[in-house]
């Protein structure tokens, strides 16, 4: 009998668990190593806004798998507090430091999955190292940042960043009765979506009385004795004073020690691997938040890290390392987010970025109810699309409103999948009923009205 | 100069007055005629339930396009109490009684579009006629119903048959303090959905104190010395007392005097088009109601008249009388209805229809939560797949749950449209937020769990 094969991978969040809980599925005789660095494997880090606002009552709620269950259950063997930091695809091991004790582990793999993730992007701002001074990432970053809010009893927050992380956060701190300040470096919050979907977004922050600046350059977060934040200087010579900031600029692609054992990047900075999830290394993959993923309308890789990309990846990453036959095929950029009252969403290209890319395209907005007009609560939802001008096909979408918006998405998201042309869109056979849709879903409006646009 | 061209629409409701609306916009210069019989036009019919419910106060909101307005905004000549009797296809005439005076009057068409609707099936119970014996079909009658609500101060109400429109009103008759029954002649409610999804309705009936009788075989509706039912006997003896009866078993076509006029009707009994709406006599089309469509399902004509459809096909007949072109593809058999805190959707073919069809076909259900687990209010949603065979698409999918069923369902609409099979929709990049999904949201574990179904 063949001696037991190994497979080690880094990283015991959304695509690392889903990949070792695979492999262990497709072959039980497989022996599964999962190295996280910190304490907390498998959890819903997009829930910590809500756990943040008091939604949610105890972070423990936001994991998914407890190590327990993975280990007894599963049979995935769960190594907490090992952070790996090399990797040697010649001799095919990975070092790792047990922060527990500070040694170090050699553990010898037959295939290795890299599932590092992302970490938030920490702009090198004077005074990024004072006290009250967060991002929001990992499980542990939120436990800190509600242990402060307890403790600390803060009355003001400054968000640096305007993306959809920072928007979330104006939500959760206001729901905590804190007065929010959100300091946008560029003219628009949101790069993720265009103007006629912005500007409804930035009313909303309006009429919830947070304070939005745009265009805005910190030179500094000003402290006291204690080495607490108490202030922002901007370039103008303005200070906002605050009692704490939340620094939501970006995450990046955690890829260092997968770099530096020569698994190649993509043109994103991050990890690139082919629809197996496999990187240029013999026997290893990549998947989650350090991958890039293949961009179906575009056809180019991109660097979109969502939860269920990372889901998916490392589902496939797991199947194919267990010997079995798994896919990824890409992904269309959809993504949704609360802030207070409003749903805001996206799936495929915006114009900015249809732009970039070179279509020849044409857009066209439209703003109608989410149901019925004369059933009550009925409220407006406002749908952009993008159209390539040369076939009629969908490029992208956006859409905003109080209702009914994350899964209409989802239509579009499919047409994209399947490369369908708005004159299709406009023909779909959607659900209707008073309380759940207009009959013309406001979908069949955007896409009537978007045949006009293509059509002058 | 020719002559003023003349387009005569019969039926003033969804598909007649999209008709005239399309055509006047299309072709300006041509003369449009509407015969309604009623003294309403374009009126939300799928709203009636709201009204009776008290969630909706006034039955003029029901009207989208007030006669005023179709006629000085869109050029359209409305002839209310109008109804159309014969129509002469050599001579391009339509019959019309005007009942206010009971005058005859005779409409010359160049192009005529038939949209005369569906009527509530009348089963022929003995006493029928009895007061405080309804339908809910038209705005007439759901004005008599809710007078009698009124007026009457009814306690109870028995409501024969168990389809949508049945269960909506089960919903409005207990909001407005009735206790309510209802029977149902065959061994399950809504013919609609598998059993899968049946049964978590009829729970839903139960938790709401809705007495629900299967099995029912009616004999007579009773009455009092003034003509007002009391009672419904049962062929096994039993009597329930009542004081209004709601009969819901379906519509039929208004296809009598198309029919007479040499107008096809197709296998379903409603009349027969192709995707430009035309019937088989020149120059004469129908839409709505009274038509079939195209299942791009099954391939067949298929009678599924629902709102949307009465819409998209006026809209294309309308074009298409006016000079324009236009095509109108089919449908794939979407709906979706709220009864208590339910929605309740289906799209595409249910294991019966599929069974019926001769499709070799396997089925899987799933039961998961609308948003992620975590989040307040996360609640179940049960989807049911019916998927082909042989080739592995979609052949339909069902779904219930208390939130996120109505335009999820759309997903599942659009993949049928594009023949997509359950692998394609397992990867399908959809919107992920803790508030509106898990991160693999429900639709593609149902997809999942199908394909294994498929392998199997």
Known sequence: MSQKKRMVV?????????????????NPDLEVIVLEKTEFISYGSCGLPYYISGLIDDHNKLVIIP?????????????????????????????????????EVFFPYDKLVVATGAGASRPPIEGMGLKH????????????????????????????GGGYIGLEMAEAFSAQGLQVTILEKLPSILGTTD??????????????????????????????????????????????ETDLI?????????????????????????????????????????????????????????????????????????????????????????S?????????????????????????????????KCCAGYYPGASPITIKLVMNQENGRLLGAQMVGNHGVSKRIDVFATALFKKMTVEEISQLDLSYAPPFAPVWDPILIAANIGLKALKK
């Open 10 to 26: 880094i990283g015991g969040v959304a695509a690392g668990m889903s990949a070792a809980s695979r492999a262990k599925r497709r």
């Open 67 to 103: 190590p327990k269950v993975a280990r007894e259950k599963r049979g995935i063997d769960v190594r907490l507090q090992h952070e790996a930091v090399e990797i040697n695809t010649t001799e095919k091991t990975v070092r790792a430091v047990n922060r527990h004790n500070g040694q």
């Open 133 to 160: 001074v967060f991002v929001l990432r990992t499980l542990n970053d939120g436990v800190a940042l509600k242990s402060y809010l307890k403790s600390g009893k803060p009355k003001r927050a400054v968000i640096v």
């Open 195 to 240: 103007e006629e979907i912005t500007t409804i977004v930035e009313a909303e922050l309006e009429r919830n009385q947070v304070a939005l600046y745009k265009n805005a350059n910190i030179v500094a977060f000003e402290g006291n004795a204690s080495g607490e934040v108490t202030s922002v200087l901007m370039e103008d010579g303005h200070r906002f």
């Open 246 to 334: 939340l620094v939501a600029t970006g995450i990046k692609p955690h890829v260092q020690f997968a770099e530096a054992a020569g698994i190649q990047l993509g043109p994103t900075g991050a990890i690139a691997v082919n629809e197996k999830q496999e990187t240029n290394v013999p026997d290893v993959y990549a998947a989650g938040d350090c991958a890039e993923a293949l961009h179906l309308v575009t056809g180019k890789p991109a660097y979109i890290p969502l939860g269920p990309t990372a889901n998916k990846q490392g589902r496939v990453a797991g199947e194919n390392a267990a010997g079995g036959f798994g896919i990824f095929k890409g992904i269309v950029g959809t």
């Open 336 to 368: 949704v987010f609360k802030t207070f009252d409003l749903e805001v969403a996206r799936t495929g290209l915006t114009a900015t970025e249809a732009e970039r890319e070179g279509f020849s395209f044409v857009t066209s907005t439209i703003t109608d």
